[in-house]
Nanobody, 123 residues
């Protein structure tokens, strides 16, 4: 089981950028697909982007396409989410999670979501 710590959130103006990081500890990080989810106040947690274990395949929601880029560095046991052109509706707590990548889609393994990192975008 991986232990995951997300960081890099903060307060940014609309149109700005942030790069989220997720540090993993535990065995065999490179065996896991990884995903980013977010949860806004009063809303359910939603998928943002996923990446296969090798990093060769990625997927994202329509709202993230063209603005957010997921990447990973298996040598550093880390996954990243580069977020550009941020909008107020991107305000949420962002979580990283391990999972499985099947047929172009990411599926969470249902592990511990951790504390997440807060992203706040002001208008």
């Amino acid at each position: 089981q991986l232990q995951l710590v997300a960081s890099g959130g903060g307060l940014v103006q609309a149109g700005g950028s942030l790069r989220l990081s997720c540090a993993a500890s535990g065995r065999a990080f490179s065996n896991y697909a990884m995903g980013w989810f977010r949860q806004a106040p009063g809303k359910e947690r939603e998928f943002v982007a996923g990446i296969s274990s090798s990093g060769g395949s990625t997927s994202s929601t329509d709202s993230a396409k063209g603005r957010f880029t997921i990447s990973r560095d298996n040598a550093k046991n880390a996954v990243y989410l580069q977020m550009n052109s941020l909008k107020p509706e991107d305000t949420a707590v962002y979580y990283c999670i391990a999972g499985t990548y099947i047929a172009g889609s990411f599926y969470s393994n249902g592990g511990d979501w951790g504390q997440g990192t807060q992203v706040t975008v002001s208008s």
